[in-house]
């Protein structure tokens, strides 16, 4: 085996380790919830669909805004309870997603996507796990406005971590979608992947969606052998990452492939390939010959590949 | 420590490593299905609510029905196709509830629920997977035949893995529930609690719905500490099992408890404890003196305690 290589010290991953205390047992008091919004030391992240509104500051930009301020920066819709930081309440708003387009061109603030925000470190990176929590939640009110077993509008209840129908008495909660995102691994060499929406030389995991009656194992082995037609064996779990893009929990493995030859699922994948220990350890550090990468470290990909290629897992 | 105690061979665990070749690529292709629904050598499951449907038989019962026979049986909606199992397809068919309710009483059937037919081995094993698949996916239909994004009534394709609306052109997939079942754990003791629902004696793991923007150790400790306020260090994953009652994905951890005093969240719980390991030997055994057990092997609580007792897992 090639000596390990030394790619420095290990970056955080990215919308995890969250430091709020969600205080669910608070979702129910209605009354309390109201106290906490017209509280003066509540705070509230402000969301328009893909984009999160920060205001212009230095060294970094200011995610936060009073509750008066966040209603007043325009039509907004659902308001929802994120649960407390440093004593006070932290809400995330969902601004009418063109309203916060418009606002790309005011001076004082920087409106632009999550991943751009996590990538380029435009706030403390403490603020990527609460942003996260809002922006899924607040895409799954985008798209639960009705209920789905009768049709009839659903009204926001318990601080937005419930629809209730009034109709036919339906609950409905929040939803997150398991993802598997595996490196399949064999001795000195795994597989990467290129998806089509991908920038020009970046490579990554495979990943798919967990389907109804699967483990994450099973999920693993079957999507690996979909998208480039390797059989896995033994499957190693590594790390979860919640991911809002828009409501999946990543969930990071390294899987034993047993079988050489790569048949490329070209609906999904644009292309797919080996790749040795050396290579990928120039992709993560950046200093490939051909320019190419692995995502950046915001991505549970860069860690799952990392792990191999620093040999701190056996699947 | 104590010795490490013997507990016999180890069960399979209920409804995972399925051998079903699903068969995605077929999903789109509706001229395909249709052949499939006609082919003499094609299969379904009967599935009526909480019930299955079988076919009395030695030694034990069948839960296969040709389409003709499964359609004949009485008001059905969703049709779902499984895939392929010894080179045949297997559907899932749901059969209006009450009418499986009436077959109750039918001398030719055995209708019951899904776990009874597993802790009670009433089928082959090897049925146990692809049931739990359909049973997950006809749930998630029967509570998703509306637009959940305009209200209007939806449509079935793909073979049961998609719905579309035909008014705002929304797709809609399944839904799996990502679930943390975790089982706090200090040297030589763990924490075990008994849910209000729970039959008299037994005791379990702690268990609680992953939210949106948290990984799953984050859910390991938040859950543990809002259900019997114990504070958790280092989590260690286990195993997952897909658990169709109606649509989880059970995510099965061990975790470092830091803290020794329980209390309890009687909303939640209607009993939490700390256990020793030979205690806990004794209910895995059925060998307690008071009759106190685990629950049984088709689930995913016993083996995430058992690894524990048989000192296989570290957190």
Not at 176 to 193: K, W
Not at 224 to 239: L, N, P
């Amino acid at each position: 085996m090639s000596p390990r290589p030394d790619l420095g010290p290990k970056p955080r991953l990215g919308y995890t380790a969250s430091s709020i205390d969600r205080a669910a047992e608070r979702r129910a008091d209605a009354a309390a919830l109201a106290a906490l919004e017209n509280d003066a030391r509540s705070r509230s992240y402000v969301i328009g669909g893909e984009l999160v509104v920060l205001r212009k500051a230095t060294p970094v930009h200011d995610p936060l805004f009073t509750l008066a301020e966040a209603r007043a920066l325009g039509r907004s819709a659902e308001l929802v309870f994120l649960g407390f930081l440093d004593g006070a309440a932290r809400f995330a708003l969902a601004l009418d997603p063109s309203t916060a387009e418009g606002f790309k061109t005011r001076e004082e603030f920087i409106v632009t996507d999550l991943r751009s925000i996590a990538i380029r470190g435009l706030v403390d990176a403490d603020h990527l796990p609460p942003v996260a929590e809002g922006k899924a939640l607040l895409h799954w009110h985008a798209r639960h406005r009705f209920c789905s077993n009768c049709g009839a509008p659903t009204n926001l209840v318990e601080g937005g971590w419930r629809r209730d129908c009034p109709s036919c008495k339906g609950q409905h909660f929040p939803r997150t979608d398991p993802v598997v995102i595996m490196l399949p691994v064999a001795g000195e060499r795994c597989v990467l992947g290129r998806s089509h929406r991908f920038q020009a030389g970046m490579w990554s995991c495979l990943a798919g969606f967990i389907e109804p009656g699967e483990s994450i194992e099973d999920a693993v082995r079957r999507e690996t052998r979909e998208e480039v037609g390797i059989v896995c064996g033994r499957v190693a779990y590594f790390a979860t990452q919640p991911w809002p893009f828009p409501t999946s929990l990543m969930i990071g493995c390294h899987a034993e492939a047993r079988s050489e030859e790569i048949i490329i699922d070209r609906g999904e994948l644009d292309d797919a390939r080996w790749f040795d220990r050396e290579e990928v350890a120039a992709m993560l550090l950046r200093r490939h010959p051909d320019g190419l990468t692995t995502p950046p470290s915001v991505a549970i990909a860069y860690h799952i590949i990392r792990a191999w290629v620093e040999d701190e897992v056996e699947p």
